[in-house]
């Protein structure tokens, strides 16, 4: 498939940025970046640091096993292509999250993202479970100081495997009642485009109907949908990016 040029200036940006975590950029890159063409990368120490020393990354099978995991999650992300598996154990008697694993085949803000997440469900003796469904990705970015507005789709994967996980623990423990399912609506009835498909290309940075509809192409045949499409493009921009 024919790549768009953004597109491949993005994923040079990317794969640059994200193997070496700073800022070394080929010539014509610099030169869009320098015109104001594509967003500046920024990465806090923070960021950094949880990317090149990750806290509570599953390293082996032989972890997993000593874990003893009560719950388990596990995403992908439509964005990007990119897998998250996260695995959790529980105080029962205290309704907390007291342990957390994950792996990933994400990005370096994946990494990072989520190891944070990590450490914000377990620190201080472990967090509540219904505090923890709470957690939105914005909190888990401003705990790394920022991320790239491109990379903020990296930060929900460990949101959403962790919200799988707590499901499956309810479900292992017969707590059906307390199960949050998050079901996808269809909008546009002519190419049966569901609000999760406008959420994940707000989170793919797409913050207009216009930008919106050149990823999904929503609204070209069903125009009846348009209203309801740009309602939810500011919900989800209020959710993910706040303000
Ligand atoms: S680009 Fe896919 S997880 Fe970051």
Redesign the pocket.
């Known amino acids: 498939m024919k790549m768009e040029k953004e597109e491949m200036i993005d994923d040079e940006l990317?794969s640059v940025n994200?193997l070496k975590v700073i800022p070394m950029r080929h010539k014509d890159v610099e030169a869009k970046v320098k015109a104001g063409k594509v967003e500046e990368w920024f990465y806090t120490d923070i960021v950094k640091d949880h990317f090149f020393n990750p806290r509570n990354l599953l390293r082996s099978d032989d972890d997993l096993k000593k874990f003893a995991h009560d719950g388990y999650g596990s995403v992908g992300?439509a964005?990007?292509?990119?897998k998250m598996d996260m695995w959790i154990k529980i105080d029962k008697e205290n309704d907390k999250i007291i342990g957390c694993l994950f792996k990933?085949f994400?990005?370096?803000?994946?990494i990072a993202s989520t190891s944070m997440l990590t450490v914000m469900i377990t620190e201080n003796g472990g967090m509540l479970i219904e505090q923890a469904l709470k957690i939105k990705p914005q909190d888990i970015v401003k705990r790394l100081g920022d991320l790239p507005q491109r990379?903020f789709?990296?930060s929900v994967?460990g949101d959403k495997s962790l919200r799988q996980a707590i499901n499956d623990y309810f479900r292992r423990t017969g707590q059906n009642d307390r199960i949050v399912i998050e079901g996808a609506q269809v909008v546009d009835m002519a190419l049966k485009i569901t609000d999760k498909d406008i959420e994940e290309a707000v989170l793919d940075g797409a913050h207009d109907f216009e930008a919106v509809q050149k990823k999904t192409k929503v609204g070209v045949h069903d125009k009846s949908c348009i209203p309801k499409v740009k309602e939810l493009i500011e919900f989800y921009k209020q959710k993910y990016y706040g303000g």
Not at 79 to 82: F, Q, S, Y
Not at 106 to 110: K, Q, R, T
Request: negative net charge.
């Open positions: 990317s994200e992300a964005a990007c292509g990119d990933t994400g990005c370096g803000s994946a990379k789709h990296c994967l």
